[in-house]
């Protein structure tokens, strides 16, 4: 998949030599350098978010397993330029892990490096895979904002602070309505029947919340919409960015008339919508499904959105 990826955006994206780490094409010095990653099956996440603007490197590890401390080590060194390494960190035991063990090394070589860890899903607690709640989709306008700060020659405490920013304002809630199938397992995580659908659901494929008979789409984000609202405080004339994102195997159709519905129900509150993004970000292989994610914006974060960022799989123009 990297090797497909750097053949087909070689402008974007090179391979780091005997790594499954993408870096930036176009190496910027003299900023703080950001690095993500996670287990593949996420696409376009993260390494199509690898680029001018957003992240300086992705690390991949196997299919929904994370990286090993020394892929990331070696990511945060290639992308070092003496002003400091931002980690962004989905809340995923393992991730954690991995990614901070391999801050740690990275530190004893003289490298000055700082984390985040994000946990948008307002649906679950603590799951198989974490303490506290999951980081999904909301991860992406993380990337995009704090990689925003770091293009202006911020320091590693600023680039940090607005990541906390957007972590402490974004809230996602997903739905799925086809369990994904792990290749190396070759059967579904779990078994939805065809009249079925699974709320708050993981990008792991892991189980939500509540099982319930299949609903209208607008029933759905009824649903989604009514936990996320009720998770952050919002005041008329408040503004959102809203991120309408596919699972892997939901058409733009279907995507489209969700974010309908979003729209409809924010403007009922008089929330106002200063930016949707509607499509693929944050995936889970083949699952049928979506996630809503809203942003609470204010001035600053509406106009660092904004800035330009040219990857593979985000465009700001």
Do not use: W
């Amino acid at each position: 998949m990297l090797e497909g990826i750097v053949l087909a955006h070689p402008e974007y994206v090179a391979r780091l030599e005997g790594f499954d780490v993408l870096i930036r094409a176009d190496k910027k010095i003299n900023k703080v350098a950001l690095v993500s990653g996670g287990g593949s099956g996420h696409e376009p996440a993260h390494g199509g978010f690898v680029g001018t603007g957003m992240l300086d490197a992705a690390v991949a590890g196997s299919v929904f397993t994370s990286p090993t401390p020394d892929q990331v080590l070696e990511a945060i060194k290639a992308v070092d330029t003496g002003q400091g390494v931002l980690l962004v960190i989905k809340n995923y035991t393992g991730d954690i892990m991995n990614f901070e063990m391999a801050a740690e090394l990275a530190e004893a070589e003289g490298i000055e490096v700082a984390t985040v860890v994000t946990n948008d899903d307002v649906a679950v607690e603590d799951s198989l895979y974490t303490t506290g709640r999951r980081g999904v989709a909301g991860t992406v306008f993380v990337h995009k904002i704090a990689g925003a700060r770091a293009e202006t020659g911020a320091s590693l405490d600023e680039v940090k602070a607005i990541a906390q920013k957007v972590i402490a304002n974004v809230r996602t809630m997903g739905v799925a309505l086809k369990p994904c199938t792990v290749p190396a397992v070759g059967k579904p995580g779990f078994e939805l029947s065809e009249d079925e659908m699974e709320l708050g659901i993981g990008i792991h494929g892991e189980p939500g919340i509540e099982r319930k008979p299949l609903q209208t789409a607008d029933e759905i984000v009824d649903y989604l919409m009514k936990r996320i609202l009720n998770d952050i405080e919002f005041q008329v004339g408040d503004e959102v960015a809203a991120m309408i994102n596919g699972a892997g195997a939901t058409p733009p159709m279907e995507l489209y008339i969700l974010n309908r519905r979003v729209s409809q129900i924010l403007a009922g509150k008089g929330i106002r919508v200063f930016k949707t993004f509607v499509g693929n970000y944050m995936t889970s292989i083949d699952m049928a499904g979506a996630s809503i994610t809203l942003l609470k914006l204010d001035d600053e974060l509406k106009e660092l959105l904004l800035a330009q960022a040219d990857t593979v799989g985000f465009k700001m123009c």
